[in-house]
């Protein structure tokens, strides 16, 4: 009963609109305050204990990293780098928009950072070249969901941290899926640029245009190679044992101002505390979601809730496919609905037990967790990435729909994929990583 209480606590909380955060905190309160003898110290040890890990320290400098490309030119010379690169294909702009975000993708980790960042450069270009301006920004969401599946990745922290897994294993088991989703979305791209003629290629003035403007490769190859560097300097450097994972962030933060204020020089003092606040402002954002999902765990634990949902599904099922799918079904209902981090610190600590006990590798759990939450950035009513793209192309959320919904296909399909096919995220983290299960 009290669990009942709790938990209806936490929804009216959000049918009120209190940011998910507050109203985790609000239902732990209440349930130490009126249904529990234990102090209420515990919800601030939870509040603590829950940050206070070297691993999150990943989490603030790639947030940074981020920030500075996007403050300074890093991320328009990653674009200017693929545009010259794909020459004349068709629909070259909207496939370099899937790429230069899988590569920002792997430098800031962050879903909404990529599409603000990439949709800013690119949607202009796009709505110039002849593309539909609700295409070109549906794509741009969907090609921001890489953020969370390809590392770095800010989700696969929060997971490793909760589940007690490895970050650079986790870092591995998403360039299976984050791979063949980005293949997919360049397909699809093609076919929509030749049905549709989007693009400079079908349009003789554009491409004379483009053609005038286009310089050398040695020139592109020089202003642009610093830009291009840094996820193989990070990712390169985790993985050939030069620095952990937290060292990689603070690396990559550091190279990424270095290259921003004496190569670039695209960024003054001024941009400095800019960067800080936003920095600061999603680092805290992250660090309270942590906070508060744990608190809330740990009451969870208290009215046995967790025990009670994994016996209540193993009771209609103890096949293993079939548990999986719901699994799936059910995260991405949460994506629609709850932040990405919250959902994993709620409900990791519920599923993991239920797929250890079915054999599934909780690292390949991690993947399909983060893939079905990087699925939620994409979809209403809560999907970040709409809202920001949104916001940039000043195209409402509805009109963008009717685009949306084959993406989103097309980004279901790769989770099945990989929900069914383990070594699509196993297989590195075995070659790679030394992984053994």
């Given at each position: 009963?009290?669990?009942?209480?709790?938990?209806?606590?936490?929804?009216?909380?959000l049918i009120l609109q209190v940011p998910v955060a507050f109203a985790l905190g609000?239902?732990?309160?209440?349930?130490?305050?009126f249904f529990s003898k234990v102090p209420m110290t515990l919800a601030i040890q939870s509040l603590f204990t829950s940050c206070d890990s070297f691993p999150m320290l990943c989490v603030p400098f790639f947030v940074m990293a981020g920030e500075v490309m996007l403050a300074g030119s890093l991320s328009q010379k990653l674009v200017d780098f693929f545009k010259y690169l794909m020459g004349?294909?068709?629909?070259?702009?909207?496939?370099?928009?899937?790429?230069?975000?899988?590569?920002?993708?792997?430098?800031?980790?962050?879903?909404?950072?990529?599409?603000?960042?990439?949709?800013?450069?690119?949607?202009?270009?796009?709505?110039?070249?002849?593309?539909?301006?609700?295409?070109?920004?549906?794509?741009a969401c969907c090609a921001g969901a890489l953020g969370p599946v390809i590392p770095p990745s800010v989700p696969a922290i929060v997971y490793a941290v909760t589940?007690?897994?490895?970050?650079?294993?986790?870092?591995?088991?998403?360039?299976?899926?984050?791979?063949?989703?980005?293949?997919?979305?360049?397909?699809?791209n093609r076919y929509m640029a030749v049905k549709h003629g989007y693009g400079a290629e079908f349009h003789p003035e554009l491409a004379e245009e483009d053609k005038q403007n286009k310089r050398s490769f040695w020139t592109i190859f020089k202003d642009s190679i610093w830009a291009v560097l840094i996820p193989f300097i990070i990712l390169g450097g985790i993985y050939g044992g030069v620095f952990s994972p937290t060292e990689a962030?603070?690396?990559?933060?550091?190279?990424?101002?270095?290259?921003s204020f004496f190569v670039y020089r695209s960024?003054?003092?001024?941009?400095?505390?800019?960067?800080?606040?936003?920095?600061?402002?999603?680092?805290?954002?992250i660090m309270i979601l942590m906070g508060c999902a744990s608190a809330f765990g740990r009451v969870l634990t208290m009215e046995q809730i967790p025990t009670t949902i994994?016996?209540?599904?193993?009771?209609?099922?103890?096949?293993?496919?079939?548990?999986?799918?719901?699994?799936?079904?059910?995260?991405?209902?949460?994506?629609?609905?709850?932040e990405t981090s919250a959902a994993i610190v709620i409900l990791v600590p519920i599923f993991l037990p239920i797929v250890k006990s079915l054999g599934v590798d909780p690292i390949h759990f991690?993947?399909?967790?983060?893939?079905?939450?990087?699925?939620?950035?994409?979809?209403?009513?809560?999907?970040?990435?709409?809202?920001?793209?949104?916001?940039?192309a000043n195209v409402p959320i509805d009109r963008m729909m009717k685009h949306l919904i084959p993406q989103i296909g097309i980004m279901i399909v790769v989770l099945m994929l990989m929900t069914y096919c383990e070594p699509l995220a196993l297989f590195l983290p075995k070659v790679l990583g030394g992984y053994t299960g």
């Open positions: 009963m009290n669990a009942i209480i709790v938990l209806s606590v936490f929804v009216i909380a609000v239902s732990s309160v209440a349930y130490l305050m004349s294909i068709k629909g070259k702009l909207g496939i370099i928009c899937v790429i230069t975000s899988a590569f920002f993708a792997a430098i800031s980790g962050s879903g909404a950072a990529t599409v603000a960042c990439i949709g800013g450069i690119l949607l202009p270009a796009m709505v110039k070249e002849g593309y539909d301006k609700s295409y070109s920004v549906s794509l589940a007690g897994e490895s970050i650079s294993t986790m870092f591995l088991s998403g360039f299976g899926a984050g791979l063949v989703l980005m293949v997919l979305l360049c397909l699809y962030a603070i690396v990559a933060t550091a190279y990424a101002l270095i290259i960024m003054k003092l001024k941009d400095l505390p800019k960067v800080l606040n936003k920095t600061v402002l999603t680092t805290g954002t994994a016996r209540s599904i193993l009771s209609l099922t103890e096949n293993k496919y079939l548990i999986l799918l719901f699994i799936n079904l059910f995260l991405l209902l949460v994506g629609m609905l709850m991690g993947a399909i967790v983060v893939f079905n939450l990087a699925i939620g950035l994409c979809t209403p009513p809560v999907g970040l990435n709409l809202f920001v793209g949104s916001r940039i």
